[in-house]
Nanobody
Framework: QVQLVESGGGLVQPGGSLRLSCAAS????????MRWYRQAPGKERELVAR????????NHADSVKGRFTISRDNAKNMVYLQMNSLKPEDTAVYYC?????WGQGTQVTVSS
């Protein structure tokens, strides 16, 4: 059974940092590209970042480029999203994705 479990969300002040983690199980993790999406209230879910199966290629949305970094550890079946210089507009539920599989999401709130 495929499982994606996100953690690391929370409340942070503008300019702060958070590191999201996603623990994957039930599939051959190292064979799949991984993605982080986010969905803010009343908005469409949007792709934040993608990392190739081997980790050599990453892509980040323009809105987070230079502030967020996706990474993975294939030995641990983990994918991460390091988020720096957070802004109120980064407030959303963040989801881990592999192929057709989704985690339950973790809430990130950026507010003073």
């Amino acid at each position: 059974q495929v499982q994606l479990v996100e953690s690391g969300g929370g409340l942070v002040q503008p300019g702060g940092s958070l590191r999201l983690s996603c623990a994957a199980s039930g599939f051959t993790f190292s064979s799949y590209a991984m993605r982080w999406y986010r969905q803010a209230p009343g908005k469409e879910r949007e792709l934040v970042a993608r990392i190739s199966s081997g980790g050599s290629t990453t892509n980040h949305a323009d809105s987070v480029k230079g502030r967020f970094t996706i990474s993975r550890d294939n030995a641990k079946n983990m994918v991460y999203l390091q988020m720096n210089s957070l802004k109120p507009e980064d407030t959303a539920v963040y989801y881990c994705n592999a192929h057709i599989y989704w985690g339950q999401g973790t809430q990130v709130t950026v507010s003073s």
